[in-house]
């Protein structure tokens, strides 16, 4: 394939030099690896669902044993939060190290590993005690010094990518985590900001056309976030068959027993029997691409 033609902003050989961690060394080089009994990069693509926030106990515990139920490979939910809003964040919303807790109780009590996020290097040996997998926020997607401590962990990364980030900035930041010698890496488009937006509600743009760019040049699983990149309910399910059939290797959904009630981003999750029928969906697209979800 012809690297060079024009506008295409980056080529191979460019991130090769600058990246070469992050670069495939030939056409066919995808990695794959095990978190938690669940392979990655290979036919099977994981699942991770779960509330935007670890709320309470009590709603973790009921999402754990249903998501789980319903076939997710991982439950995710934030405790410590990038909040839009100060005066929700830190009084009456986030759960902090409680919401910590209470994930680890719901990943014993129901066996599903964890995702959740790491916003300050201070907190990181309470979250990577937890988590399966740290998730780092597409805010903090260029916080190297915090990417590089998280990396040093050898805990799994799933690097979101900033709403305004090039491809390359995004593989950039990738490579600050192999570079510490840390393999497991899961990249995650979780829509980007354009000057137009479809409805007002509709804060970002899913970039599926990322999903075969960067395939085209790294050989880190590609993680898809439909539920952020639309913020919209209705537009979810197709968001994720689509994000499936551009090749994703991973999806995360934002699942809550009560949507409507969810204390942030009411208007982006999915309910139990939704997630239960997208799921099945997503399989009969998968086994289309030679994967599955199952
Ligand atoms: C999240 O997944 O909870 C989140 C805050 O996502 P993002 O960093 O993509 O906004
Ligand atoms: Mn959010």
């Not at 789980?68 to 990038?82: D, E, Q, T, V, W």
């Not at 964040?89 to 209470?102: A, M």
């Not at 000057?195 to 056309?209: A, E, I, K, Y």
């Amino acid at each position: 394939m012809d690297n060079k033609f024009p506008g295409k902003d980056i080529s191979i050989e460019d991130i090769k030099t600058k990246f070469p961690l992050v670069a495939k060394k030939d056409p066919l080089h995808f990695s794959s690896f095990t978190i938690a009994g669940t392979t990655f990069g290979k036919k099977l693509i994981p699942i991770f669902a779960g509330p935007n926030m670890v709320e309470s106990k009590k709603l973790i515990f009921d999402v754990a044993k249903n998501v789980k139920k319903n076939g997710a490979h991982f439950m995710r939910g934030g405790a410590f939060k990038p909040l839009t809003f100060p005066y929700r964040s830190k009084k009456y919303y986030e759960t902090r190290e409680k919401g910590i807790e209470w994930l680890s109780e719901a990943k014993k009590k129901y066996k599903i590993p964890i995702i959740t996020e790491i916003m300050e290097e201070k907190y990181l040996d309470l979250v990577s005690n937890v988590a399966d997998i740290l998730q780092i926020g597409s805010r903090n997607m260029q916080n190297y010094p915090l990417i590089s401590a998280c990396a040093k962990t050898g805990k799994p990364i799933m690097l979101k990518r900033h709403y305004g980030a090039s491809l390359r900035d995004w593989l950039g930041a990738a490579e600050y985590v192999l570079c510490e010698g840390n393999k497991k890496v899961i990249l995650c488009e979780r829509g980007v900001s354009v000057p137009h937006t479809h409805r007002s509600t509709s804060r970002f743009l899913l970039d599926l056309q990322v999903v075969p760019a960067a395939k085209e040049i790294t050989h880190l699983p590609i993680a898809v976030d439909p539920s952020h990149a639309t913020f919209w309910r209705p537009w979810v399910e197709s968001m994720t068959l689509a994000s499936i059939a551009a090749g994703a290797d991973a999806i995360m959904l934002e699942v809550h027993p009560n949507p409507e009630n969810s204390a942030v981003d009411p208007l982006q999750p999915i309910n139990y029997i939704d997630f239960k029928n997208l799921r099945n969906k997503m399989h009969k697209i998968a086994l289309t691409m030679n994967k599955r979800v199952i």
